[in-house]
């Protein structure tokens, strides 16, 4: 067994951070636990990779965050977002998930129109200001960086165009409803290579106005986009750092061998 | 990836590269958050309650109807018992049916021995068949083969039971009388109508069994120079057993439980059949002919009431035995 | 005997077994069809029963059967929707939910005789229904309720868990999320469920004879008003269906062409089955692939 001991965890200024948590560990079906007292920081505006092999808990980690995993897993301990303890029972999980939107592995649009895609959450929500809901498909559609791809077929089904063009609209959906955080779980795994590096684009751009934090299995994905990277061991953090430490200086043995092992 | 060297080179390109322009993104942004929102319930948590409360509404709703059915039938069934004094015993093993004398003339035994023998007949005749229609479909045929014999049970499913109770009425009573006699009706008139009924039932749960069996049991089986049918017999079938029985269980409480098609063609005399094509009841063709002939709350409609109690214990015993054979069957 | 022979005999025995059934089916089907499709004039679909002489038709109890499958369904469907999201989405993997499910299990195996004489007694004896079409609906939709509700459960579980995890990272409620995106996904096997369970109630007949009634009341096609005793929508009158029917012209045999007039009524409730079980396959098939279609 390796010493699974932290070999560096970076922390942030107060002032800086978008979302923090402390201790968190998540059980399935009350015994089999696959995240370990995780404490990371989120610093507000910047891409944070979380990686890892299968099965370390960096998924399990990300759907925490927005409470996803409730209904699966017992998730102890501390989630903190705007000066409330997230993780708490009398948290409004809906109100939550609305501020923390989420991007999944495969695509997965509704099977209904682009636009209706987009706006179905805000609809839900109680607008119906028709000018107001094409204005917002605009801007979510041009801040995924899809309009001009999709403009002539708003109306026609979301299962009609590319996968990558299906994953940008997951993204668009999730910024329709104005969420500060996007949590993004191996969003680029299903796709080709192109549409990859579209995706990656689309979320440099965001980071201007969005705070993200994406699991990914491809090192190359990681060094390219994110500014702070986190590797995760067994359900252990084991290092925190800036991408370009993590990547050319890993202070743990661990790290150094999945990134030497794992990059090329 | 030589060494660090190379790998600094990499990363320090990639981290260059991500110093594009950022392309403005208009009003597009976050709503700043309503930390409030956070604790109070929404428009959502309300849904939510609604929702979840009408789904909860609906699986109560089902729940109270099965227990009602059952406290209504056991209470008017257990009547004859508690009020009108008659012996549990006595009903059960007196073949004297005729309510209408009094308490010592309650004995349901022809109908039960009746309702059994057809059901066990039925059964023994049908799993055959129905275990060769599902070997064919999975071990034999082709796609398009098993696709024919797929349609042919859902038809046979689908065809309601009174077009068998005249099918049978029309064609197997007149050939029974043509060939052994007396009037045509009884057990094997009911027991044959019942064997088509029962047949698709039979068939369709016992593909799923032998669907169920790893396909690794069949290859390792043919791999030691097993022949198909030994294969089959020695492995596929003793594999599915457990499923097979429910399968055939599950046939066993349609066909105890079919009331018309049976009361068509089982003669409906309440006597205790001497052969197999002598008229004779069960409890669901005596159900059928005589409750609209009795009167609410007297003896004969109590009578019948404890006949119709026995058909639902023996749908719970059914029910159990299934778990029961599930069970063995998981082991 | 060797194995090989035996191998031989086993495929031999299987094959004609098969034979046989199939040749059962042909008997059936071909007996039904050819006895009764010749009677099947318009005639007959559109005149009354006759009580006592031969040449009546099915006009009301042909009414009737559609009527109660639609009254049925409409009172079912929400019932069997509601408990069939409660299984395939609210329900624990607990005892409870086993005890539910068995609870379930028992009213779909409880034979439909003792479901018939249950709303006898409850409808027609203890609520003063009387035989209605009312009292036969209820009956009809206890009969239906597993049933349909497996069917609906099996369609909703059908859908991908991915389409529910995006609607709730949306911040939708799990309510909003199923109503409005897993029902609509699962919408071809829902209405493929309740087409095909339409055709068990079309045939059925035991839950009927004790609720419904094995007789008519004189119908007026002319007044559609529900309220009027004479209308063909009142739910208070007795109501023959087309199952009911040929059971009663059998064991009565009162009318002199029972054997006809049933060969044409089994005709007629085997063909409506037929096409409900290829319908529900067609559009099934054409939803779904309307629903996940490349437009």
Redesign the interface.
């Known amino acids: 067994m390796q010493d699974l001991e932290q070999s560096y965890v970076k922390t942030f200024a107060k002032d800086d951070l978008e979302l923090s948590t402390k201790n968190l560990s998540v059980l399935y079906g009350g015994k089999v636990q696959k995240l370990f007292d995780a404490s990371l920081q989120f610093k507000k505006n910047t891409i944070t990779a979380l990686i890892g092999a299968s099965g370390s808990g960096k998924s399990t980690f990300l759907r925490s965050l927005n409470r996803m995993n409730d209904r699966v897993a017992t998730v102890k301990g501390e989630i903190w977002f705007h000066g409330l303890d997230v993780n708490k029972p009398n948290i409004n999980v809906y109100e939550l998930r609305k501020n923390i939107g989420m991007v999944f592995q495969r695509p997965n649009p509704f099977p209904k129109s682009i636009r209706e895609n987009i706006v179905y959450a805000l609809k839900a929500d109680g607008q119906n200001d028709k000018e107001e809901l094409d204005k917002i498909v605009e801007e979510s559609l041009r801040a995924a960086a899809l309009w001009d791809e999709v403009k002539d077929k708003l109306d026609k089904s979301a299962l009609a165009v590319s996968g990558g063009q299906q994953q940008r609209l997951c993204i668009a959906r999730a910024l329709a409803v104005k969420p500060e955080i996007l949590l993004l779980d191996e969003p680029a795994s299903a796709l080709d290579p192109v549409s990859t590096s579209k995706l990656e684009d689309t979320l440099k751009q965001l980071r201007s106005k969005y705070t993200m934090i994406m699991v990914t299995h491809n090192m190359q994905q990681a060094s390219r986009i994110s500014d702070y990277t986190a590797f995760f061991h067994l359900g252990h953090v084991i290092e925190y750092n800036t991408t370009a430490d993590i990547f050319t200086n890993p202070k743990g043995k661990i790290t150094e061998d999945y990134i030497q092992g794992s990059f090329g | 990836m030589e060494n660090k060297e190379d790998l600094k080179k990499v990363v320090d390109q990639a981290i260059a590269e991500q110093q594009v322009p950022h392309v403005k993104l208009n009003k597009m942004g976050p709503s700043s958050v309503d930390v409030d929102k956070l604790t109070k319930p929404s428009k959502e948590t309300h849904q939510e309650y609604w929702g979840k409360g009408l789904t909860y509404f609906a699986i109560g709703l089902i729940i109270v109807l099965v227990v009602s059915i059952i406290g209504f039938v056991g209470y008017h069934g257990l009547a004859t018992f508690v009020s009108d004094h008659v012996n549990v015993f006595h009903f059960l093993t007196s073949t004297d049916w005729d309510p209408g004398e009094g308490k010592n003339h309650v004995g349901a035994a022809v109908m039960i021995v009746t309702s059994f023998a057809v059901t066990l007949f039925a059964a023994l005749i049908a799993t055959p068949f129905a275990i060769a229609i599902a070997l064919f479909m999975t071990e034999y045929s082709s796609k398009k083969g098993a696709n024919f014999l797929q349609s042919v049970t859902e038809l046979l499913v689908g065809i309601p039971s009174v077009v068998y109770g005249f099918l049978g009425l029309t064609i197997i009573v007149p050939v029974i009388r043509k060939l052994f006699g007396g009037t045509g009706f009884g057990i094997l008139a009911a027991t044959l109508v019942l064997f088509v009924m029962v047949l698709p039932t039979i068939t369709s749960l016992t593909v799923d069994s032998l669907k169920a069996v790893p396909s690794h049991f069949r290859k390792a089986s043919m791999a030691l120079g097993a022949t198909h049918w030994q294969t089959i017999y020695h492995v596929v079938l003793r594999v599915a057993t457990p499923r097979i029985l429910t399968a055939v269980i599950f046939g066993m409480a349609r066909a105890f439980g079919e009331a018309l098609a049976v009361q068509m063609v089982i003669g409906n005399a309440v006597l205790m059949p001497y052969n197999l094509v002598s008229p004779s009841a069960t409890l669901t063709s005596q159900l059928t002919s005589q409750m609209g002939n009795t009167v609410m709350g007297t003896l004969p409609n109590n009578a019948l009431w404890s006949l119709a109690l026995l058909l639902l214990i023996m749908s719970l015993v059914f029910n159990f035995l299934v778990k029961l054979v599930g069970k063995r069957g998981q082991k | 005997m060797d194995?090989?022979k035996?191998?031989k005999l086993?495929?031999v025995?299987?094959?004609i077994?098969?034979g046989?059934?199939?040749l059962?089916?042909a008997g059936?089907?071909g007996?039904?069809l050819i006895t009764g499709i010749p009677h099947l004039s318009w005639h007959f679909l559109t005149s009354e029963a006759s009580s006592y002489q031969a040449g009546g038709g099915v006009r009301d109890q042909l009414f009737n059967s559609l009527y109660l499958l639609i009254l049925t369904t409409i009172i079912s469907l929400?019932?069997?929707?509601?408990?069939a999201?409660?299984?395939a989405?609210?329900a624990k993997d607990n005892w409870i939910t086993n005890l539910?499910r068995?609870?379930?299990?028992?009213?779909s195996?409880?034979?439909?005789?003792?479901?018939g004489?249950?709303g006898?007694?409850?409808f027609v004896?203890q609520f003063g229904f009387g035989f209605s079409i009312i009292s036969g609906a209820l009956a009809l939709t206890?009969f239906n309720?597993?049933i349909l509700?497996s069917n609906i459960e099996e369609a909703i579980k059908g859908v991908?868990q991915?389409?529910r995890?995006?609607?709730?990272?949306?911040?939708?409620?799990?309510?909003?999320t199923?109503?409005?995106?897993v029902l609509?996904?699962a919408l071809p096997g829902i209405l493929t469920g309740i087409i095909l369970s339409a055709?068990?109630i079309?045939?059925?007949?035991?839950a009927l004879?004790?609720t419904a009634g094995?007789s008519g009341s004189t119908v007026n096609y002319a007044d559609w008003n529900p309220f009027s005793p004479t209308s063909p929508l009142n739910v208070m009158r007795p109501a023959e269906t087309l199952?009911?029917h040929?059971?009663k012209v059998?064991?009565e045999g009162i009318i002199p062409d029972a054997?006809i007039v049933?060969?044409a009524t089994?005709a007629l409730?085997?063909i409506v089955?037929?096409v409900?079980?290829l319908g529900a396959r067609y559009l099934g098939n054409k939803l779904y692939r309307k629903?996940?279609?490349?437009?």
């Open positions: 194995a090989k035996r191998d086993a495929t025995i299987i094959y077994l098969v046989i059934v199939v059962i089916l059936i089907l007996n039904i929400p019932i069997a929707l509601g408990a999201i409660y299984l989405e609210y539910i068995t609870t379930i299990q028992i009213l195996s409880l034979p439909s005789i003792v479901v004489l249950f006898y007694l409850l004896v206890f309720l597993p509700t991908p991915d389409q995890e995006a609607g709730l990272a949306l911040g939708l409620s799990n309510w909003k199923i109503r409005g995106i609509p996904a055709g068990r079309f045939g059925e007949a035991a004879i004790y094995q199952a009911v040929i059971w059998n064991t054997t049933s060969a089994s409730l085997v089955v037929i409900f079980n629903l996940t279609a490349a437009k």
